[in-house]
């Protein structure tokens, strides 16, 4: 995976385009174990001054990893389970079974992609109605075989499309809600990049959650909370402040 820099992770660029030149030349230097320490100390400085437009980023950010690779760092067997039984599979959620360590699990998980065709065919990992229900059926399945429910979040929604509203995605989104509150068998909902509104909600209903560092869960994504108090879809990116609190 080519790797991606973030405007602000421009001066690490810098120091990992010298350390590859060094490398290549002599990798044993004392200049090289320099310029790695020079690195983790700019590394640091970076990310403990983030401001919450940067942490979005960081949460979108390419190269993090998505459902699919946490998986395949989990699981060696892992088997995926498709479909609604109703409509279609929706791609832009993974569900099955497989083992971490010795305990049996399902994991269900949003996926997105790492280039436009990939995004295409996970639709940006933005559910529909179908996905919101394969999600329910295999955690249906999960209770029926007593095996706890990992999920994985990272969606900028649920998909807003005209289609998706037709075929009833707040009420696949809302029965999950209300099936999930019930389902006797613990889930895990672990938050992995971004969680925007019920898109997220769909599947984070749970008994225990859990977000990874510079990763969000909100009502609403801060370019749609930055378009309905101001009017502008760019404020967001402006030094909005919808994810600052007091605390």
Known sequence: ??????????????????????VSIDSESEKLDQLKNMRIEKEKEIFSNLNPWQTVQLARHPNRPYTLDYISAW???FIELHGDKAFSDDKAVVAGIGTIDTHRVVIIGQQK????????YRNFGMMKPEGYRKALRIMK????????????????GADPGVAAEERGQGYAIANNLIEMASIETPILSIVIGEGASGGALGIGLCDKMLMLENTWFSVISPEGCA????QDFFKSTRGCKCFETDS
């Open 227 to 230: 378009s309905i108090l101001w």
């Open 141 to 156: 399945m999960a209770e029926k075989f007593d095996l706890p429910v990992i999920t994985l979040i990272d969606t900028p």
């Open 113 to 120: 992609g790492r280039n436009t065709k990939e995004n295409l």
């Open 1 to 22: 995976m080519k790797k991606h820099y973030l405007d602000f992770e421009k001066p690490l660029k810098d120091f990992d385009d010298e350390i590859q030149n060094l």
């Open 75 to 77: 699981c060696d067997d």
